[in-house]
């Protein structure tokens, strides 16, 4: 069992120093990697999984935006290497908690009572960590509370860690930050947003409200008095985690009565609302004891412009006439296409993009899909480790507008969850949608 975390670097140079240590052992291993090369000893893979536990050590133990942007980077970015995802994987569900006497802190600070003067129990060890925050259990008059708790100086720090970390995961991807700046920006935002938990708040209103009608979902009750900027306090959903749920081996009929839950709840939000939980990973659901799918986390939620909605709905229209110049237009409107970069780069984006677009949109464009399918997913992450390794790739631009950062997130954390329910789905009501748009 992991041993909580008992301090965290909480002002900004103290983090920087941290940040500076971890860039000179990514830059020690450069150099025992050049060194190797010289006798042909040295290979990339040893020099990225070096370079990954030096990265994800440091990350892990900042907390806050570092630790997010190692989730961020391990959840469908089939650009990083692979030691690179496995390692920052860690970030998803192997967090390590702070101790009880920081988060005591920070909880007095924001509610002004201790946990023990507000709840007749409380749980001193966190039941789950993450990148902002841990969650304790609490109870008043035997109603359970989950009480999630951010950790010390995240908020504060969080625009000068991005700025120590960007020159990182630039240099893992390979990048120039003139490129990535408005990509940055946007993470930032988002970010930000994520550590100010009155938002949250607020985004789970706007959310609850609509999506209260769909089958198969649940949300817990917010308790605003026990809650703040650092704070959020709410109704304990009694069931089994995702991940843990799956171990149980439920029937193949659950499974798919789950999945299409999720399914349905993502939909309903893209299609609907335009305003999406943007962080699908197996730690913010809960399957009930009633057997519903709950909800438990609001932290990360983006909204959809209209702008790029309708173009990503033009992009499903046109994808099986690909060839088309209203295709190519909509790559345009998505900054997925320059018309003005060389002919060598646009014949290259020509080339690759129309081949990832229909593997990663071909459960979109079916009936039904089974997410089930090692042979799907294996067919992704070989072609990813191709374009990885493509040095013409590589050299390229960044491609696409900002929205897609935590909109194929979020497609991709939800085809991950489906795969690891091994469900098989009802997907047609996606181009249902875009008939009857076209046809309104």
Known sequence: MKKDQDKIAVSKLGRASKLANTGAKVGSNYIKYYAKRLVNKGSQEELDEANAKDVYRAFSELKGGPLKMAQMLSLGDQLLPKAYTEEFAQAQSSVTPLSYPLIRKTFKKEVGKNPDEVFENFSTSAVNAASIGQVHKGSIKRIEYAIKVQYPGVADSLHSDLNLVAPVAIKILGLKKSEIKPYLEEVESKLLEETNYEMELQNAKRIIDGCEGLEGIVFPKFKKKLSGKRVITMTWLNGLSLADWVKTNPSQ?????IGQALWNFYQYQIHELRFVHADPHP????????????????????????????????????????????????????GLYDPKASLKERE????????????????????????GSDDYFKEIYTKGEALSKNSDIRRLSAQGSKHFIYFNRTYFGLYQLLNQLKANIDTSKEMRRIKLKQSA
């Open 253 to 257: 009929k659950e499974r798919n009565r």
């Open 283 to 334: 730690g913010n659901f809960i399957i009930t004891d009633e057997g519903s799918l709950g909800v438990i986390d609001f932290g990360c939620i983006k909204e959809l412009p209209l702008d790029f909605y309708k173009s990503y709905i033009k992009l499903l229209e046109y994808s099986r006439e690909m060839e088309s110049l209203e295709f190519k237009e909509t790559l345009i409107e998505l």
């Open 348 to 371: 290259l984006i020509l080339s690759t993009f129309p081949e990832m677009f229909e593997l990663v949109g071909r459960p979109l464009m079916s009936d039904t899909f089974d997410f």
